[in-house]
């Protein structure tokens, strides 16, 4: 079989398992869960196929005609480098894990067939995103991982949590698709052609007669589909819906789509300074805030999505200064390492019966409930934080290294002032992420108080996969050294300048962390706090269900806790209370866009219903009174018919004789 034949399969056959899945999820349920997981498995180990047979190796391109458009056509076009075959098998082995460990999550769960058919359509959207070598193709696969997102999202679409954050989710990255549509469309007009290949030729020709426009309009959709300041928003939110989506959305699928473009159309941006120097603001802006964020949630999960709004600013500064390969570097080791947070979150949750970090540090052997989660979350933690020898080490210095050589003027792809913002971001940023890893593994595993209640072991298919993860959190950076020949051939290994720098932060903002763990937790005394909401024999979904419902109640805000014994609070001091509120971002919007349009909304109600009607309404009342009148008239007596026929002809006649005479005296 051939590499391009492997390659047309792997997206295939996750669509064919959700077609299927969808078919026979109530006919034959016991056939859910094999169509579920065998075809991804199946994906993923093809995937790997195709990455041992393209090797890093020359570029693999195919494609036929998929309709003529009188114009610029469309191909049904694959093309396989080395950034493609290596995402792929990274949305497949996560996708993978993630069907293995919700047949454990959810296992009682009704609405676990069209769960199942959702996260197979979604993985093979993005395979689809990944491999396509046409952008009309490529924006096919993005927008079905926009629907797809709305429901998976809104899975518990009986909260009002879920039913809120799936049409955030689904409205802000609308907002973004609509610029980067209108990109798409002005850069065929400029360069002739869907193609990649043929874009990129045509960019290095010249031919591209409005780049910054493009890239500008392009970058919009971007920031919508990897949640990168402004357009951000809706990921946190996004929590709501169950912790196996959040992980495949977070390490796989729908915010690695935006980087990945970017990286495919690279030469592009570049082609434009004030595109590359918008795209470092946003970076930058986007690392810094968003840590600072995660620093003050509440809920374990919230702490991880800000992590992964931070980390994609990471992937969108080292393409802001020209170097793609550690982007995807980045992406690669960041997946790995974040499907397993947020997989080890969903175990712990679940131990716990709530996901509040508040409520943790009042818990006991919690870490002895959930030793897989436990250690494995360690893993992955150290391999956020960067330290070495864990994979985000590695990969995270490849950025900061590509930061260093554009600021110090040694790259001709992007400007300097770029560089400088990506690295003093990027320094700042990998402080505060050691910060909030260390405060989310104190308060969940070395609390104080009560002892966590006692669920039993966790399903064999939740806990396997953790330990499956972690090898990639753990070793995947040591391949740093052989990535180069499989991208642009730039060299990815870190250097002693950016090393130090990038750990002595990293160990300053732990040890800090650490020390105001210990303060606040000697001087505070640790009263119950929050609300818990366990039920041993409960599936894990159903916990993280009311976990979720409870944490508003409870605390009167979604996302921060009134902890005084949380170090968060003492690190940040005043801002503590606007970085648990994202920096009021929401507030903003809401102020700005939502207040105006249901005003306008309520206008045009209002006008339709006391001016449009009103018309209606009168030509109905109008129609009814002549009707009431001309009733009266047909009494059917013959007498009245004949007098009213006699009269008339006698007003006829003396308007006759009026009318003549007047003629006749003109």
Known sequence: MTTTTLAVLVPLLPFLGAVAGLLLGRSAPGFVRPLAVLPTLAAAVLAVLVAVRQDGGKAIAASTQLTPTGSIPIDLALYLDGFAVLAAVLVGVVASCVQIYSTGYLRDDPRYPSYAALVSLFTSAM?????????????????????????LVGHYWETPEARAASLKAFLVTKLGDVPFLIGLFALAADAGTFRITGILGAVAAGAVEHPTLIALLLLAGVAGKS???????????????????SALIHAATMV???????????????????????????????????????????????????????QLGYMSGALAVGDRGAAVFHLLSHGAFKALLFLAAGVIIHAAGTNS???????????????DAYWTMTVALLALAAIPPFAGFFSKEAVLVAAEH???GDSVVAPTAAGWFVLVAALVTALLTAAYAIRLWLLAFRGRGTEAPDHGRQPIAMTSVLWVLAVPSLAFGLTAGGLPRWFDGHELAPTLTTAVLGTGVALVGGLITYAAWRHSTAVTAPPPIGAVAAHPDAEPAVSEAEAIATHKPAYGDIAAAPDPADPARLLLGPLHRHAAAGFHVDALYTAMFVRPVRAAAQLVSFLDREVVDTYVRGSGTGTRWLGAAVRRAQTGNVQTYLSALLAGSVVLAIAAVVLSNVNAGS
């Open 127 to 151: 395979l689809l995103v990944v491999y396509s070598g046409d952008l009309m193709v490529l924006l096919v696969g993005w927008e079905i991982m926009g629907i797809c997102s709305y429901f």
């Open 227 to 245: 949640a990168q300041f402004p357009l951000h928003t809706w990921l946190p939110d996004a929590m709501a819906g169950p912790t196996p989506v």
């Open 256 to 310: 690695a789509a935006g980087i990945y473009f970017v990286a495919r159309l690279l030469p592009l941006f570049a082609a434009s300074a004030a595109a590359m120097t918008v795209l470092a603001v946003m970076a930058a802006v986007t690392m810094v805030g968003s840590a600072l964020a995660a620093l003050a949630q509440d809920d374990i999960k919230r702490v991880l999505a800000y992590s992964t709004i931070g």
């Open 357 to 371: 970090l508040a409520a943790m540090s009042r818990m006991s052997g919690l870490a002895k409930r959930v030793p």
């Open 406 to 408: 554009t600021a110090l």
